[in-house]
């Protein structure tokens, strides 16, 4: 995979308005989103910092993907989202995630980690870059989020961009991993409510430094830091302790 990453450009702009005003409308109708107010605040949050900034959320469903393009869209900012590369290889949504900016990534192989530059060059140029730290939905039967894996931290500290977590409640029964479309159905008859929550931007340049990368412990500790604040917003929108304060073990 090339390490390059393009702009869309204007045109990418329209796709991208376009798609998000079609992709909003489906998923009103099958889902009811709300914007929580954390502790602390007055009010939810309304934006996301200038320029670049990594956009992390918690992975259920199927749907996260288009949710959090949304949650960020509704915050003012385009969002360059990290996605499998099985997406790309299909021939129109493939197409279309080329041109509104997303970034393949080639799940657990030992490329995975190539997909950091082209990410690298979109945060450079001020974009909001999105990801799952987790790297795949969640197998926690109550839906709790996995611990992380350590390219978020990697993205960070090489870019120098901020973090903003994501908690998103309630997804997986929009898109479910099994019986999508009966659930889909039903859904159009019940609409289930995602609750949103947004974190404080993380600054993970104090948490490890660029020459610690090679230090295996030291990313992994500072991993499970920046994992810590989305668990902790997961569970304040759940109101809910969560069995590990890290994330829990992979199944």
């Known amino acids: 995979m090339s390490g390059s990453w393009k702009h869309p450009g204007r045109t990418g702009a329209i796709v991208y308005g376009v798609l998000a005003s079609i992709i909003g409308g489906l998923l009103t109708v099958v889902s009811r989103m709300q914007m929580e107010r954390q502790r602390g605040r ?11 900034v990594i956009v992390i959320a918690n992975h259920t469903s199927y749907a996260d993907g288009f949710l959090l393009a949304l949650i960020c869209r ?35 192989t030992a490329t995975a980690g190539a997909a950091l530059e082209p990410a690298i060059e979109a945060l450079a140029l001020g974009e909001a870059v999105g990801l799952f730290p987790e790297g795949r939905t969640t197998r926690h039967p109550e839906q709790w989020p996995e611990r992380a894996r350590t390219g978020v931290v990697r993205l960070a500290v090489r870019s120098g ?11 997986h029964r929009v898109i479910a991993r099994r019986r999508i479309v009966s659930r889909l159905m039903f859904n159009v008859v019940l609409r289930p409510r995602v609750s949103v929550a947004v974190g404080d931007p993380i600054d993970v340049g104090a948490l490890l430094s660029r020459s610690q990368l090679d230090d295996a412990d030291a990313l992994r500790a500072a991993t499970d830091a920046v994992m810590a604040e989305l668990v902790s917003l997961v569970a304040g929108v759940r109101r809910e302790v969560a069995p590990d304060p890290i994330g829990v073990e992979p199944a």
């Open 42 to 52: 007055r009010r939810v949050a309304e934006a996301l910092p200038d320029g670049g």
């Open 74 to 108: 509704r915050m003012g900012r385009p969002l360059r989202l990290l996605a499998t590369a099985g997406v790309f290889r299909l021939p129109v949504a493939g197409r279309l995630a080329r041109r509104v900016g997303f970034i393949p990534v080639q799940r657990g």
């Open 161 to 171: 961009a901020p973090v903003v977590p994501v908690a998103m409640v309630g997804a």
